[in-house]
């Protein structure tokens, strides 16, 4: 039986996570969560494979035997689709990853034609390759690279300006390998895209569905918890790798969420 007071873990190299994490906080309220951004590390999306995989089974494995999870979310794209098995391997607990939504995107598209925004080393994985001979067939799944939108998304949390020019850079990008088909369903490949649904359904217009993972993660993870008991903690905690300044700007935005004062790991 798992300690009432023993944490899910949630991780991811920035804020992206926090979309899984709300997702959570709807159907688990209770449950005590730990939240670590590698602020450090961010961001992964221009990193190579061996860096990214070696890094966050690294950090994975310190966080398991630092907080004692109950289970580990690895709220990142970039990182699961590289790492899951390598951080399956160093720790004991369920790990549930975060890939993209291909499957839900697939089976509602009309129009047969998928684009895709994910970080650089996400949009070239085999790993994505695989979903997309799986769940896809017969389908055009168009893969761009958005990684500016990942300092949007930081940016907007800690009360910046949006800067539109990614997000339009995004969608023409998108539209420009289209060669006639419509989009009409686009997959966040990435869990800080989220946070900017508002800006992408102005650049990409209302006819375009943007899907993410987030509600199906946290299901996800609320099955593998059922039955445990959850003592419900005071504030949950946010830490972070690197200077604490770096979180500086987000303390409305963590505050809303029940995060108590920021720790540095
Ligand atoms: N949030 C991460 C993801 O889902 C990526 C951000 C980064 O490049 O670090 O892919």
Redesign the pocket.
């Known amino acids: 039986m798992a300690d009432p007071s023993s944490p899910i873990l949630i991780f ?3 804020v ?1 996570g926090l979309t899984v994490y709300d997702a959570l906080r709807e159907l688990l309220p209770d449950a005590p969560v730990i939240y670590a951004a590698d602020l450090a590390g ?4 221009s990193k190579s494979e061996a860096e990214i995989a070696a890094r966050v089974a690294g950090l994975l494995g310190r966080m398991g035997e630092r907080f004692a999870p109950r289970l580990a979310c690895i709220a ?3 990182a699961s689709t590289i790492a899951l098995g390598m951080v399956r391997d160093v720790l004991e607990i369920p790990i549930v990853g ?1 890939v993209p939504a291909i499957k839900p995107a697939a089976a509602q598209t009309r129009t047969g034609v998928i684009g895709l925004i ?2 650089e080393a ?1 949009i070239r994985q085999r790993y994505v390759d695989d979903l997309e001979a799986r769940f896809a067939q017969g389908k055009s799944l168009l893969r761009v690279a958005a ?1 500016d939108l ?1 300092a949007c998304a930081e940016a907007k949390l800690r009360g910046g300006r949006v800067d539109t020019v990614a997000i339009d850079r995004a969608a023409s990008d998108l539209r420009a390998k289209t060669k006639g088909g419509s989009i009409d369903t686009l997959v966040l490949a ?3 895209f989220p946070l900017l649904a508002d800006e992408l359904s102005a650049a990409f217009g209302e006819g375009v569905a943007l899907v993410d993972g987030a509600q199906g993660i946290a299901r996800r993870i609320a099955d593998l918890v059922e039955g445990q008991p959850m003592a419900r903690p005071q504030a949950n905690r946010f830490v972070i790798t690197g200077p604490l300044d770096a979180a500086a700007g987000l303390k409305q935005a963590l505050e809303r969420r029940g995060f108590g004062q920021t720790e540095s790991f």
Do not use: A, I
Request: one cysteine or more.
């Open positions: 991811d190299s920035g992206g961010l961001p992964y999306g990142c794209n970039t975060t994910g970080t996400t990684p990942v990435c869990t800080h």
